[in-house]
């Protein structure tokens, strides 16, 4: 009898679940813009190997870090050099205000007001609408990024992502880049690009852009 039972078991098929369709390289990338459109708040840090990030009147920087705040509030702080002395400048971005420290006197000062490059959290410019122009998308294999499960892509990506992190406007070339986009809730915790943003840039710079403290309560204002 236990004979029978056994063969009449193995005749009957297994109850397996249907397997989820794996997620494409446009989905995460649609996923990752939808995320961002939510975001009112995140904290950053741009830092270039192969040469130095212009940041507009001769200064150039190696670390860019900060906060943004949606739609167009922005401050942070940009290490680098002025001459062949290293600097550490403040920065303050209120609509279409801008401010700096001055690199001697470390006291604020006004730029003459233009308009000021959108920023990351933009809803008409910023990294949710640029994600969605990202071209030749490849998806690779999930890795870990600061404790978080991510998907991995390579893509081409407008310089924009990060024009307005640099003070720079109208750059319109597309850099070859790697994104991570955590599985979770499909925000993006780390972005690399290889190439120029601006027209003084060495050729093969490359950008590591880091984004945490997503939704966090910051308050940015002007500093004079």
């Given at each position: 009898m236990l004979a029978v039972?056994?063969?009449?078991?193995?005749?009957?098929?297994?109850?397996?679940?249907?397997?989820?369709?794996?997620?494409?390289?446009?989905?995460?990338?649609?996923?990752?813009?939808?995320?961002?459109?939510?975001?009112?708040?995140?904290h950053f840090k741009l830092a270039s190997t192969d040469g130095n990030m212009s940041i507009g009147s001769g200064l150039f920087a190696n670390t860019i870090e900060g906060d943004v705040v949606k739609p167009d509030r922005l401050k942070g702080t940009a290490k680098g050099t002025f001459g062949k002395v290293t600097v550490e400048i403040g920065f303050v971005v209120v609509g279409t205000r801008q401010y700096i420290t001055n690199p001697l006197t470390k006291t604020w000062q006004?730029?003459?007001?233009?308009?000021?490059?959108?920023?990351?959290?933009d809803p008409d410019h910023g990294a949710a609408v640029l994600l969605t122009k990202a071209q030749n998308l490849k998806k690779l294999a999930n890795e870990t990024i600061a404790g978080i499960e991510c998907y991995h892509l390579t893509a081409d990506i407008p310089a924009g992502?990060?024009?307005?992190?640099?003070?720079?406007?109208g750059s319109t070339n597309a850099l070859a880049s790697d994104l991570w986009i955590a599985l979770s809730d499909g925000l993006p915790r780390q972005i690399h690009l290889v190439g120029t943003v601006t027209a003084d840039e060495p050729p093969k710079i490359q950008r590591t852009l880091e984004l945490s403290s997503f939704n966090e309560s910051i308050a940015i204002d002007a500093p004079i």
């Open positions: 039972v056994l063969v009449a078991a193995a005749g009957i098929p297994a109850c397996q679940p249907a397997k989820a369709p794996e997620i494409t390289a446009d989905d995460v990338v649609k996923k990752a813009s939808d995320a961002l459109k939510t975001v009112t708040a995140v006004a730029l003459p007001e233009a308009g000021a490059a959108p920023n990351l959290l992502l990060v024009a307005g992190l640099v003070g720079a406007n």
